[in-house]
């Protein structure tokens, strides 16, 4: 599996970090977790293509983690350069789901060479080269977290989350967690994983690589989120950069 990170921020604008999306590939399958405002600009820059997409897993209803999924459709009907076959799939709570239905939806048209299907995330999904498990998590009340597996590696992109033995649980000995880590433990905000936390949570699933994202400007370094995760959990950390590339 190959995984981009194209937005390591939120939706505070920064020149630095863009708002939260991911790209995810694995055996010809891509995917995006999560596609806020810029997430198409990013996979340009990542040398990627919204064109090739096959499906869009979005985490939760808050707009930064959405914001780009309406223009992703509509550039997927109107690019007059290529004609596109394959449906694109759309998985997410069923408040997004029904959010979807009344106001993007209605704004586009259907196409005759494509379908957009949207499917309400259930606990377990299969969909190409992959199984998916998706969690609630403590933050909105539709926000997920969603577990990737494919040839026997596993990545956890937690969405927006705060400390839940869920969490813990749906994290288990991955070898892969993104984390929510919003603020440093002086900021500590409800709803979201503070440095340390993702360290705890890192710690307690036994994952073997931590990184941190959807980070916060906090008036200190980014850099020292590492050492206040470090403090707890042992294994391997690093800072989320955009564009940054992991293989797994
Ligand atoms: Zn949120
Ligand atoms: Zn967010």
Known sequence: MKVIILGSGTCVPSLNRNAPGYYLEAEGCRVLVDCGSGTLLQLEKAGMSYKDIDAVFITHAHPDHFADLLPLIHALLVGHE???KKDLSLFCAKEFLEYYEKAIAPLLWMSEEFSII???????????????FSAGTVHSSDSLSY???NGGKSVVFTGDADYDPRLIAHAHQADLLIADCSFPDSMKAKGHLSAKECGMVAREAEVKK???????PSGSPDSERVN???????????L?????????
Do not use: W
Not at 240 to 247: G, S
């Open 82 to 84: 290529m004609k596109r």
């Open 228 to 238: 206040e995760s470090g403090e707890i959990y042992k294994g391997n950390i690093l």
């Open 210 to 216: 931590l990184v941190l994202s959807h980070l916060y």
């Open 118 to 132: 949207a499917k309400e995330a259930s606990d377990e999904i299969s969909f190409g080269p992959f199984h998916i």
């Open 147 to 149: 577990r990737f597996e």
């Open 240 to 248: 989320a950069e955009d564009l940054m590339e992991i293989v797994l």
